[in-house]
Every structure is written in C-alpha cells, then in structure tokens.
C-alpha cells in the first residue's frame, strides 16, 4: 500500500463544500441472482478532475482529504455501497465512474458508469441517477442506485452490463485494501452505509487521517461540478504551417539514436544521473526520476536493465516470474525490447484523443486488437512473443512498475539527423511519430497531409504534430491547450523518454 508520505499536497486547496454521495448498487448473475463475497474496485477524480495516478495532470498537488479509489465488498444479497461525490470533468469526457468487479482472485468486469444529467449515449446499464439526500445528522447530498448484472454464461438473458474501457488511469498501487468510504465519513452512520450494503465497512481515507467538511449545498451538483473543473476549450485552434517531408519511409529504431540526454540538466557520462522532472502545469519541481542514456543501458555490467517504451527497468527479480523463466528475458538484456509489447490501438483511446470522423470511414482504424508493429520478419520467424496481455502504460506498470528503475534519454540533435526518425518534444518528453507520419503521407508525392485518411489524432493536436516535428512543440502546446490532459493520448501512443 501506497505510504501517506508520498502524497504532495502542498499545491492546493483543501476541497470544500462538496456534496457527498452514497453510491449503492447489487451484484447479479445472469439468472438475476445475487452474488456474494465478490470485489467491486472504484476508482475516479476528485472533484477538480484529477485522477490519483503518476500519468495524471496535476497528480502532483492530490487532495489529502480524498481516498481516489477504493473497494466494496458484496454481501449475501449481493449489495455493495460506496461514500465519495460526484467525480469531476476532466478534457471533454462526461463525468464518470471507472470499477472493476473481482470473483476469486479473476477480473470479471470492467466498466464505467455515466451520469443521467448528460448527453451521453452509453448503455442504460451504465447510467445513474442521483436522488437528493439528507443524511443523519441533516447534511444534504445524494444518493443513486445501481446493479450491476453479469453475464456468466449460466442461460440468462440479460440485459447485462456492458465492458468499457479500463482508460490511463486505474491505480498503479494495490488498492483492494482500501475501504469503500473514499471521503471522511464521520457525519454518516454506520447503520447508514449498512442500509446499502451491511458487510461493507466504512473506513475513513487511507491517505490521512486530516478531516473534510461539507456545506449544504446551495445549487445543484452540477454547478458545483463545473465551477472547478478544468474548461477545455470549446473549439479547436488550426496551425496554419506547412509540413512536408522528403526522409526515407522506413520506420527506424528509436532507440539507436539514443546516446545522451536532451534535457536542460544533462547526465554526466557514462554513470547514473538525476534530473529534476518538472510539473506540466505550474513548472515547480514535483518529483526527481533517474535518466539513462541507452548506451548506459547497454553499458551496464552489474545489473539487468530493459528498456520499454521510454522506461528504463531493472528485471533481476522478474527472472523467476517470468513464464518462460530467464531465458524468456536473457536475450533483450541491456536492449530496447518496447517492440514485443504492443500500444494501445488508436479506437480504443478516449474520444478526446480522436478525430471520429476518421474512424467512421476507416475500417482499419476500428480495429481494436493490439498488435506489435515493430516486428520484424525476422522476430516473426524466431517466434518472439507479442505481449498482448501487456497492451499500453497501464497495463505495463502493473505488470513491471515495482522493477522501474529510471527513464530513457535522447539526444534531439542526433535523433533531427536522422532521416528516419521523426518526433517532437512537449514539456521536455520526447514522442516518436514516425509511424503516424509516414502513415499520412500521399502515396504519389510522399509529401504529409494533414487531412490524410490516417490521420486519426483530434484535429488540433494532429495540425500540432505535422508542423512541427524534429521541434520542441511545448510554446505551441501551450498556446493551444488549456491545460495537459490530452499529453496522455500521445503517452500512450509515441512516448519513448526524455
């Protein structure tokens, strides 16, 4: 479990006057029985729209008032409860629920629930509604009501309760130890929060044992929702430069180029180095991580490094883990091995990342299984393994995280000489977009079209991304977004280190 210590708090406000709400909902099979003694994980924002997760703008300054994430167990009746408020927007998302139900140690499902008072188009299996509610001790907030029906392959007929995406930001640490009360409970009762779900406890957030009071509310939840929210903009900015391209199709390996730091505080020779990551949002210094060269990857004689996709991985202990034992990891030691696992495909990534209108008329683009793209024939012959299982950041840190050792580091005038290696850098990371460019290029004149069938990217962030590639794009970024969140399509799709 994640220590207390290692929250910063120290960029905001305590969060006040928010409504809470007593989320409750029974778990089913497809017979419409209930199911007991299963898990159900709850993860969301805080009500400024910030997810408690490294990946996450503004994850630096969380609210040490809220819990983020927390788990319910299910009773003999299958109910289940949990105590938080209504999650903040974050990008142009609706607001929303992410959970995960377990049975015996397997992940059954996972999925979001939806607000009613949106336009959303999701399945009425997923929307909720909150009824005004006036707890024990006269503090007025919400209550809403769910179940939850699984399809087990028992001979139901449903409905059932659709999957949905997992999304960036499921945590990272182990959360099952956490209760179900992911706000300070002191004004509920016991018999309260028994009312929904008797063998749910409520505990108070494990990140502090600071307390957080609640106002009467005097407008709606709504109003509270978007009075702190980060505003996306409403429209989005065209970059009205021209990009075109002469450099050879050939995707290359990122990696190769790689031999010293591009940042501001560089890593001195061949040894270890620190530098300072700097917050995206405000500039202050918010954590210190270890940057490596790949020749310092290659050049390591005492310990077992990885590199994927722009993290660096220290994989002794994974040895044993491994499936195929060490000889499964031998062969990529002191090497990028990013290609055996594959990125999230393009149409499973949240809607603000995307240009829907490209998806619709491309049958590729909706495709949905990961696949690794980087191999070669000769991997394909020697039979290397596809990591599917181990699609995108997420499911990477759960996989590796604990054995992170640092991030890789470029050196963007040797990757600018290259002429088959494209990128650009924002807030100092460094993205490879060769793939995308290539793949928007006119067939005849291989000139870069902006407007190509592929370009699948959200309008302005593909415009971006054109105009100006082998550039540090960070004042342009920055002219055109409101804030970091859509950094995290990009993350997923083209980060490789700093």
Known sequence: MRSVASIDTSHRQTIQGVAPLLFQGTLLNDLQNPISNASIQLWQTDPLGIYDHPNAAGSNSLDDTFQYCGTAETDMDGSFSFLTHRPGAYANRPTHFHYKVWMDGREMLTSQFYFDDENTSYSDMQIIELQEYEFDNGVMGYVADKTIVLDMNLGGNGPFTPSDMEGPFYPVFDFFGYGNSLINASFITSDEMDSGAPAATVQSPTHTNAS???????????????ENAPQQSSSSVDIIESGESTASDQNANFGEASISPSTAAAVGGEEESTTTEQDTNNGDAVSERLVYTLADVQESLTENWIVIHGNVYEVSDLFDRHPTGPQGIEAFLHDEASRMFPRMPPATLPPMCLNQAKFDESTELQNT???????????????????????????????????????????LALLTDSPFTWWVSIHGRVYNITRYLNNIRNEQTKQIEENHPMAYLEPTLNNLIVNKYNEDATDLFLSVYPNDSILRCIDELFFVGT
């Not at 957080?212 to 978007?226: A, G, H, Q």
């Open 212 to 226: 957080v009071s609640y106002d009467v509310p005097t407008s709606s939840i709504e109003d509270t929702i978007n």
């Open 369 to 411: 299984e990961p696949t690794c793209e980087d191999f070669t024939e000769v991997d394909e012959k020697n039979g290397l393994p596809c990591h599917h299982f181990v699609t995108g950041m997420n499911a990477t840190n759960k996989y590796i995280g604990e054995y992170e050792k640092g991030v890789l580091a470029h050196d």
